[in-house]
Every structure is written in structure tokens, then in C-alpha cells.
């Protein structure tokens, strides 16, 4: 079935440093890619999306790309803030069908 | 605009009682999912109503079930609970046409002691 791997955490980074975080999946068809954030004692948040190939998701200084050939949807920010700590999900979905969540990755900026 | 409401926000139960958690999708939405966050893990998937039948269902064991209304509300039920059903459970609202947008509520945080 379809599947997504994310990068362990905990990321820890200073403030102003860039983050990447890994996402690759597995899915027989083309399905839609998603980052949502999750703050601490809180329900998830939608970052960005991307629905077709080559498409790049941004919001809030975050930006991934939809990558078919790699089946990848990396995570990226040139400059992280304090207020970034949360844990973030990569999710896929296929019409039809439910979320499918990577484990999360916890990200730690310090000041 | 309501975005998606859970409740209870917090509660406990005791090993072998049964609990009922509540989900009101946001307005206009008429598909709502439910999913279980376990500590340090990711949501999975528990189970999806539409037009007040459940359309999908995950891994889950028959003591989870669900109902929606007509008003589009829903409800996940479990029964016989186990200390290993101590997670945070989601709600996901969407409309059906279109995908793919989700909305989640904040959870209900279920404590089985």
C-alpha cells in the first residue's frame, strides 16, 4: 500500500538557519502531497500542498516541490524562526482514499 | 467561519469502559474522517463517513465504530477500552468534491487509566 518516510528527528537548529526536511512515498497512482504542522497540544495545521508534478507548495516562508522522478516532497526554509519548533508531517493522498502520514519530525530552533 | 470543533477536549477513562468522541465538521463540509494520534507517532487512519455511512476504514479493530448524522456531525465510539488506545484523536472534515481539502480539528486527548 502506499506509504510515506520521513527524516528522524529531533532537527535542531539555530535561529536564521535553513531547514530541510526529507519526504519521499511510496503510491501506485499520483497522488497529492501535503506538509501539515502540528504546534505543541494542538490539532494539525495544513502548510502547503502540492496536487501534480512539478508543482511548489509554499506558505509562511516554507516552500517543497513535487518531485515524481524521486517521489520526493522535500521540506525547506532559508530561515528558521524560534516560532517554527513544532513537529511536521508529510502526508499523500489519492482521491478516494484517506491521509497517509509520515512519522513526523520534530524541529527545535533555538535562539 | 467554524472551522472544525471536537469535543471533549481532554478526558479519561478507566481500562474496559466505553467512550464516545464527538466532531462537528466545518461548515459546508459533508465528509468527516477520524484519526488516532498515538504519542511520537503520526495520525493513522481510522475511518471515513459519508452520507452517513462509513466509506473507508482502516486497521482498526471492530470495538472503533462511527456514526454521522444528518447535519453531517459524527461520532467515534470505542469500546472496551485498552490502555493502548490512550492517543489523541482527530477529526478531518472535507467536501467530497473538493479534492483534496482537509481540515482538522484540535483533537480530543483520551486517557485510559
Known amino acids: 500500500g502506499d506509504s510515506v518516510t520521513q527524516m528522524e528527528g529531533p532537527v535542531t537548529l539555530s535561529e536564521e538557519a535553513f531547514l530541510t526536511i526529507n519526504c519521499t512515498y511510496t503510491?501506485?497512482?499520483?497522488?497529492?502531497l501535503f506538509w501539515y504542522v502540528q504546534y505543541p497540544g494542538e490539532g494539525l495545521q495544513l502548510l502547503l500542498k502540492?496536487?501534480?508534478?512539478?508543482d511548489k507548495g509554499s506558505n509562511k516562508g516554507f516552500e517543497a516541490t513535487y518531485r515524481k522522478e524521486t517521489t520526493s516532497f522535500h521540506l525547506e526554509k532559508g530561515s528558521v524562526q524560534v516560532s517554527d519548533s513544532a513537529v511536521y508531517f508529510c502526508?499523500?493522498?489519492?482521491?478516494?482514499?484517506?491521509?497517509?502520514f509520515g512519522k513526523g519530525t520534530t524541529l527545535s530552533v533555538s535562539s | 467561519d467554524a472551522g472544525v470543533t471536537q469535543s471533549p477536549t481532554h478526558l479519561i477513562k478507566t481500562r474496559g469502559q466505553q467512550v464516545t468522541l464527538r466532531c462537528s465538521p466545518k461548515?459546508?463540509?459533508?465528509?468527516v474522517s477520524w484519526y488516532q494520534q498515538a504519542l511520537g507517532q503520526g495520525p493513522q487512519f481510522i475511518f471515513q463517513?459519508?452520507?452517513?455511512?462509513?466509506?473507508q476504514r482502516g486497521n482498526f479493530p471492530d470495538r472503533f465504530s462511527g456514526h454521522q448524522f444528518p447535519n453531517y456531525s459524527s461520532e467515534l465510539n470505542v469500546n472496551a477500552l485498552l490502555l493502548g488506545d490512550s492517543a489523541l484523536y482527530l477529526c478531518?472534515?472535507?467536501?467530497?468534491?473538493?479534492?483534496?481539502?482537509?481540515?482538522f480539528g484540535s483533537g480530543t486527548r483520551l486517557t485510559v487509566v
Open positions: 502526508a499523500i493522498n489519492q482521491a478516494g482514499t484517506a491521509l497517509i
Open positions: 502540492a496536487t501534480k508534478a512539478d
Open positions: 461548515s459546508g463540509h459533508d465528509t
Open positions: 463517513y459519508y452520507e452517513e455511512e462509513e466509506r
Open positions: 503510491a501506485t497512482g499520483y497522488p497529492s
Open positions: 478531518a472534515s472535507s467536501l467530497v468534491q473538493s479534492f483534496p481539502g482537509y481540515t
